[in-house]
């Protein structure tokens, strides 16, 4: 039997599963194709995985979606970043007062993140209170993706019921959020721009003896650039991101080594570093898709564009595309216009690449302060500057924090029932 859909979204990490809850309210068929298995939703998430900085947006996103009080027992606020670069004496801070807004963003684990928007997802399918349909086939591995008379036939594999069947199903629009080595572009031979390949991030929870009080720090240093996040219980959340030998090179020193290097780049700012969990390494790589839209066809998050962990931009502006997507497809409902349509591609690119190109020259520009020259990256950028004008620090704190410019309703804090005034 022919099984027609009206979005196809193929991955359930963090964007996939946030475009998943967002969407269930327009009265669509929807698919979601996982390789991954769920885990059931008794199985607890590991307590002490990557930290992840949210930024405002990404607060409000996740606010509007109704998630937000269920993840924010295991965040901690960021009320301050701290940017400053080893051996030279200026330093650029934001604080969350001076902005404006309560909070900049909230640090919390990764796994956590991923395991509460699953179960979130899983409950919604469940309780069948959703506009539309939302068929969930998990775990199950996309093995062809063509077009006929411009219709889109994806053929994967499926295990259900401890069975492999093959399905195949026709959706009008395809949003791929299946990571940086994503199968939707492998498939249709979308080429990949690398920008950066020799770099790894170590990342470790540290127990200090003093309070953090909610300041996030970001240091440049010889030895890489390292990033302190301040998580709940008096504990930092450390992603030291650098050469990949380098990397190795840290994760072989004993704990006490490791914490005295670490305590020689921030002073005594946290009071005494204490113990930190064992480290883990992550490959990391710079990239981005040389094509991220085309009629019935949208690349979201590490499909369309991977980037350093630096400053925390990379899964923030995935789900700061997550919004404008949703808000576009939403459009297009109201309009009555076919989701294949190529105007819906256009709109995305027209109203993203901008930000995006300005979000990714900003991190690189970031990366480069690593072995450059403090003054000239001073001058150009104005960042560090202790005497930094203020309208130049609140316009770059605003597109840092994802609410510069026009925003999607998502962000705004409307649902998608909510009126426009």
Same mark, same amino acid.
């Given at each position: 039997?022919?099984?027609?859909?009206?979005?196809?979204?193929?991955?359930?990490?963090?964007?996939?599963?946030?475009?998943?809850?967002?969407? /269930?309210? #327009?009265?669509?068929?929807? +698919?979601?194709?996982?390789?991954?298995p769920f885990k059931t939703l008794d199985v607890p998430s590991?307590?002490?995985?990557?930290?992840?900085?949210?930024?405002?947006?990404?607060?409000?996103?996740?606010?509007?979606?109704?998630?937000?009080?269920?993840?924010?027992?295991?965040?901690?606020?960021?009320?301050?970043?701290?940017?400053?670069?080893?051996? $030279?004496?200026?330093?650029?801070?934001?604080?969350?007062?001076?902005?404006?807004?309560?909070?900049?963003?909230?640090?919390? =684990?990764? +796994?956590?993140?991923?395991?509460?928007?699953?179960?979130?997802?899983?409950?919604?399918?469940?309780?069948?209170?959703?506009?539309?349909?939302?068929?969930?086939?998990?775990?199950?591995?996309?093995? /062809?993706?063509?077009?006929?008379?411009?219709?889109?036939?994806?053929?994967?594999?499926?295990?259900?019921?401890?069975?492999?069947?093959?399905?195949?199903?026709?959706?009008?629009?395809?949003?791929?959020?299946?990571?940086?080595?994503?199968?939707?572009?492998?498939?249709?031979?979308?080429?990949?721009?690398?920008?950066?390949? /020799?770099?790894?991030?170590?990342?470790? *929870?540290? @127990?200090? /003896?003093?309070?953090?009080?909610?300041?996030?720090?970001?240091?440049?240093?010889?030895?890489?650039?390292?990033? $302190?996040?301040?998580?709940?219980?008096?504990?930092?959340?450390?992603? *030291?991101?650098?050469?990949?030998?380098?990397? %190795?090179?840290?994760?072989?020193? &004993? %704990?006490? %080594?490791?914490?005295?290097?670490?305590?020689?780049?921030?002073?005594?700012?946290f009071g005494e570093l204490l113990h930190c969990t064992k480290?883990?390494?992550?490959?990391?790589?710079?990239?981005?898709?040389?094509?991220?839209?085309?009629?019935?066809?949208?690349?979201?998050?590490?499909?369309?564009?991977?980037?350093?962990?630096?400053?925390?931009?990379?899964?923030?502006?995935?789900?700061? @595309?997550?919004a404008e997507c949703v808000d576009l497809i939403g459009k297009?409902?109201?309009?009555?216009?076919?989701?294949?349509?190529?105007?819906?591609?256009?709109?995305?690119?027209?109203?993203?690449?901008?930000?995006?190109?300005?979000?990714?020259?900003? &991190?690189?520009?970031?990366?480069?302060?690593?072995?450059?020259?403090?003054?000239? #990256?001073?001058?150009?950028?104005?960042?560090?500057?202790? @005497?930094?004008?203020?309208?130049?620090?609140?316009?770059?704190?605003?597109?840092?924090?994802?609410?510069?410019?026009?925003? =999607?309703?998502?962000?705004?804090?409307?649902?998608?029932?909510? %009126?426009?005034?």
């Amino acid at each position: 039997m022919k099984q027609d859909y009206d979005i196809l979204i193929v991955g359930a990490g963090i964007v996939g599963t946030s475009l998943a809850l967002a969407l /269930s309210n #327009f009265p669509l068929r929807i +698919a979601l194709i996982e390789q991954s298995p769920f885990k059931t939703l008794d199985v607890p998430s590991p307590s002490e995985s990557k930290p992840i900085a949210l930024n405002l947006a990404s607060l409000r996103i996740f606010q509007t979606l109704n998630v937000w009080s269920t993840l924010e027992v295991y965040a901690n606020p960021i009320k301050s970043v701290h940017i400053s670069k080893q051996a $030279c004496f200026a330093q650029s801070r934001i604080n969350a007062k001076e902005m404006g807004v309560p909070q900049l963003g909230a640090v919390i =684990p990764a +796994a956590r993140l991923g395991h509460e928007l699953t179960k979130a997802l899983l409950q919604l399918v469940a309780s069948k209170t959703i506009q539309g349909t939302l068929d969930l086939y998990n775990p199950a591995c996309c093995e /062809s993706i063509s077009q006929h008379d411009d219709v889109w036939q994806l053929v994967f594999n499926y295990l259900h019921d401890e069975k492999n069947e093959k399905k195949t199903i026709y959706p009008r629009l395809i949003i791929a959020a299946d990571g940086t080595h994503s199968t939707v572009r492998r498939l249709l031979n979308i080429g990949l721009k690398i920008i950066r390949t /020799s770099e790894a991030a170590l990342t470790s *929870w540290i @127990d200090i /003896s003093r309070h953090h009080q909610h300041i996030a720090y970001q240091r440049f240093t010889q030895q890489g650039i390292i990033a $302190c996040l301040p998580l709940p219980a008096n504990k930092i959340g450390l992603v *030291w991101t650098s050469k990949q030998q380098d990397i %190795e090179a840290l994760q072989n020193l &004993t %704990e006490f %080594e490791f914490l005295e290097n670490l305590q020689g780049h921030f002073s005594y700012g946290f009071g005494e570093l204490l113990h930190c969990t064992k480290p883990h390494i992550y490959t990391l790589k710079s990239c981005i898709s040389e094509t991220q839209a085309q009629a019935g066809l949208i690349l979201l998050g590490n499909a369309a564009h991977t980037l350093l962990p630096i400053a925390a931009q990379g899964l923030n502006l995935g789900l700061q @595309d997550m919004a404008e997507c949703v808000d576009l497809i939403g459009k297009a409902l109201e309009q009555r216009k076919d989701l294949a349509d190529a105007s819906l591609a256009q709109s995305y690119i027209k109203t993203r690449l901008v930000t995006q190109r300005q979000i990714i020259g900003f &991190t690189e520009q970031l990366t480069r302060l690593q072995t450059r020259g403090p003054l000239t #990256f001073i001058y150009n950028n104005g960042l560090l500057a202790m @005497d930094l004008l203020s309208p130049c620090k609140r316009n770059l704190s605003r597109r840092l924090m994802g609410i510069h410019g026009r925003l =999607p309703r998502l962000i705004r804090g409307l649902t998608l029932q909510q %009126e426009e005034y």
